[in-house]
């Protein structure tokens, strides 16, 4: 027992592979009995043959494929039974269900119009089944054109049913929509399909006559009562389908403009569902048409979801229609279209449609139906599609990922183009102003973030290189962006994609270099680093610092920094504004980044100002004080990062270390040891502290040798220094016997130090 229930796993997998590997063969098996029972001279049989073959094609689609012709002569031969299906419509409904499934295994080319829609079509449902190469179905050709008269004498014998039922029954709407959506994919098939037959000899009179006289001709499909909302909106679904077989076939048909004006009047209307639908006066419609969309569509279009989710299929001909209607019937679908766009759901898949649309109609691609911009009223439209992107954005936030991506890439396909194009160039700089939202905003010293910051990765990769393309980029723009790279809930990866993206742009013109070097300021000197202390004492404060995230930001703001021309001439626009930022005592990180920037800029002998001078003369003696207060001596790696900048400035002017060295003296020598104002320290704020850290500085100033060979020109100052430590730590500061021992060492280490250094 025990055995044999280990074993069974096994015997059940091999049962499975057996199984798999002899499909094949199972299946043809199978179809020899079903083919019999279709022919079978009891109706129920034959019903049931066809449900048996629905279930062996969903989960073996090949099938159709292997025995097509025989299917459909099937098909064909229980549809012309008609003595049945006008009675027992569940039946025909079952058969017909089957029918729509097979052909949508036809294989064919999607027309260019709608490879950009999103969404399954409900006459699709079975497509992504379907095969994609011509597998040998050109013969059928003769054999779906058979069963097409069939369906379009089926649909036929439904007219009188329609206008003598009190009402549309489920079961009758499901049997013609059926028809209309067989009819309708054999019509794809006929002209889009992978076969070697040309549409012309298949769309011949044989085909095109019927259609045209039994179908086409009866359209508009409407009852002669008022009905329920959810009748009416059968017959505007039915119409919908009727609609998409006309536009597929009108090049083959020929329709006369009055066939041709009755279906551009129907997708007016039909686009217009949700936006003033009810006022007739507003629509310049027939009496003969007005009356029946009064009387089929009022209570259609309140059912907006029948609405969103039929309407899309008709977009797909909206641009071709556009580019080839006259100019009247150009300004009323472009207008019936646009209010669809602006009024349907922002997160619905009838808005994607929308999007697609206004892509092929905007942009050139391949051989799609690029509506060109001749006259003002196509450029009226166009100007309101590219306006609504950015509110698009805003209604959408973070909640529709996809659909921001989809407004995100159209904006980006969009500034690439706009570059051969003066119209799309105008509108597409303009949408900047619009876009700072999406970014940032900063109202009463408050910010306000946008979506940016919480859409995925792949959406904030195409909002920045939207940044790209906008030839001057604005100033507020930039400020909108700039505050997103200061956000510490931004992603680091995401700040530096920002600022290669608006370096390309700056190196392409896009961007003043004024407005360029104030971005990169901003994020200097703004940049919140934490924690502030620059040696983290716990270990959690090491697990969440940013302060390498910062430092690898200097480095890369500075090598741009570098980039941008003449380093003269860019220290030059820098240095007011950075010595301004300074004086500000931003924080140690903030200070050492921009101190980075102009040894980046400068040169030996400085080029920095006699004002710079004095005034970086004054704010360094408190920065360095605060570095080593802050950094234990042995840490010589982050002592000499922070350190670094001061030695650079020293080696390059003498003159600022000697003024460094003489207000350092100079708070010595004051009896309450109090630095001036533009020299307080943020962290050496006692006066040992303050003690401990000159003679802390002076120490690791003498063991970089650079700076020990210029200290040593000032020993008169380096003197005065020592002179005055020493008065003060006898008389002036208290400490305690630990403090002063320690004092009393290292104060000990530096005069030897100074003692034994080379002359300068």
């Not at 295994?105 to 027309?111: F, G, Q, T, V, Y």
């Not at 105008?426 to 949408?431: D, L, R």
């Not at 901003?522 to 680093?529: A, C, D, G, M, N």
């Not at 004054?618 to 080593?628: A, K, R, S």
Request: charged share 20%; aromatic share 10%; hydrophobic share 40%.
């Amino acid at each position: 027992m025990l055995r044999c229930s280990r074993d069974a796993p096994d015997q059940m997998g091999l049962a499975q592979k057996c199984l798999k590997d002899n499909q094949g063969l199972l299946i043809s098996l199978l179809m020899t009995y079903i083919f019999n029972a279709m022919t079978n001279l009891a109706i129920d049989i034959r019903v049931m043959a066809f449900k048996f073959f629905d279930l062996v094609v969903q989960y073996y689609p090949p099938c159709f494929s292997l025995y097509s012709e025989k299917i459909l002569q099937s098909y064909e031969d229980i549809l012309r039974k008609n003595q049945y299906y006008l009675e027992d419509k569940g039946k025909l409904r079952t058969t017909l269900s089957g029918l729509v499934r097979c052909l949508s295994l036809l294989p064919s080319k999607k027309p260019e119009s709608e490879k950009g829609i999103s969404g399954d079509r409900m006459i699709h449902a079975f497509e992504p089944d379907a095969p994609t190469a011509n597998t040998g179905f050109s013969p059928i050709i003769k054999k779906l054109k058979e069963l097409v008269l069939v369906l379009i004498n089926c649909f036929q014998d439904f007219i009188p049913l329609l206008i003598s039922m009190p009402q549309l029954d489920a079961q009758s709407f499901d049997c013609i929509l059926s028809i209309l959506q067989s009819i309708d994919i054999a019509v794809r098939f006929f002209i889009y399909g992978t076969h070697e037959v040309a549409a012309d000899s298949i769309c011949n009179q044989t085909l095109s006559s019927p259609l045209s006289k039994k179908l086409l001709g009866v359209f508009p499909l409407y009852p002669k009562h008022h009905l329920s909302v959810k009748e009416d909106d059968r017959y505007f679904i039915l119409n919908i389908v009727i609609t998409e077989i006309f536009l597929h076939l009108r090049e083959w048909i020929c329709p006369s403009a009055n066939v041709f004006e009755k279906f551009l009047e129907f997708i007016e209307n039909a686009l217009l569902g949700t936006v003033g639908f009810l006022k007739p006066s507003c629509i310049p419609l027939s009496g003969f048409f007005l009356n029946l969309l009064i009387e089929i569509c009022s209570s259609t279009r309140s059912g907006k979801v029948a609405w969103e989710k039929h309407v899309p299929s008709l977009l797909p001909f909206i641009p071709k229609l556009a580019s080839e209607v006259e100019t009247r019937w150009q300004s009323r679908i472009l207008e019936s279209f646009t209010q669809t766009f602006k009024g349907c759901n922002p997160e619905s898949s009838l808005k994607l449609a929308c999007l697609s649309m206004i892509e092929e109609m905007l942009i050139p691609n391949g051989d799609k139906h690029y509506t060109e911009a001749s006259d003002t009223v196509v450029l009226d439209f166009q100007t309101v599609w590219i306006r609504e992107l950015p509110s698009l954005l805003m209604l959408l936030g973070d909640r529709q990922p996809s659909s921001s991506q989809v407004v995100l890439r159209l904006l980006l396909r969009l500034g690439q183009f706009s570059g051969s194009n003066s119209f799309l160039f105008w509108e597409y700089e303009n949408t900047q102003f619009a876009l700072s939202e999406f970014y940032s905003t900063c109202k009463e010293g408050n910010i306000y973030y946008g979506p940016f910051m919480r859409l995925p990765r792949d959406c904030q990769e195409l909002s920045i290189c939207c940044l790209y393309y906008f030839s001057n980029l604005s100033a507020l723009l930039l400020k909108s962006v700039a505050l997103c790279c200061l956000c510490p809930e931004l992603d680091l990866f995401v700040s530096f994609r920002i600022i290669e993206v608006l370096h390309a742009a700056y190196k392409a013109g896009h961007i003043q270099i004024a407005d360029h070097i104030s971005f990169f300021m901003t994020l200097l000197s703004r940049f919140k680093v934490f924690p502030e202390n620059i040696d983290p004492v716990r270990e959690s404060d090491v697990k969440v610092s940013n302060h390498e995230a910062f430092k690898s930001l200097t480095s890369v703001l500075c090598s741009y920094l570098s980039q941008m021309g003449d380093s003269s001439v860019v220290l030059q626009i820098l240095d007011k504004a950075i010595i301004g930022l300074i004086l500000l005592q931003p924080p140690l990180d903030n200070a050492c980044a921009m101190l980075r920037v102009l040894i980046v800029l400068d040169s030996k002998p400085t080029r920095l100002s006699e004002q710079s001078i004095i005034a970086l003369s004054n704010f360094l003696p408190g920065y360095l004080m605060d570095v080593v207060h802050c950094i234990p001596e042995d840490d010589v790696r982050t002592w000499r990062y922070y350190l670094l900048p001061c030695f650079f400035l020293f080696d390059r002017s003498n003159k600022v270390l000697k003024l460094v060295l003489d207000v350092i003296g100079s708070f010595l020598t004051d009896s309450n040891l109090s630095l001036p104002s533009d020299t307080s320290t943020r962290y050496a704020t006692d006066n040992l502290s303050r003690i401990n850290a000159t003679i802390s500085l002076l120490l690791l100033m003498y063991k970089d040798i650079k700076v020990q060979k210029i200290i040593s020109l000032f020993r008169t100052e380096v003197s005065s220094i020592l002179q005055s430590i020493a008065s003060l730590q006898s008389s002036e500061v208290k400490m305690t016997l630990e403090e002063r021992h320690r004092f009393q060492c290292s104060f000990e280490q530096l005069k030897v130090v100074t003692s034994t250094s080379p002359a300068g």
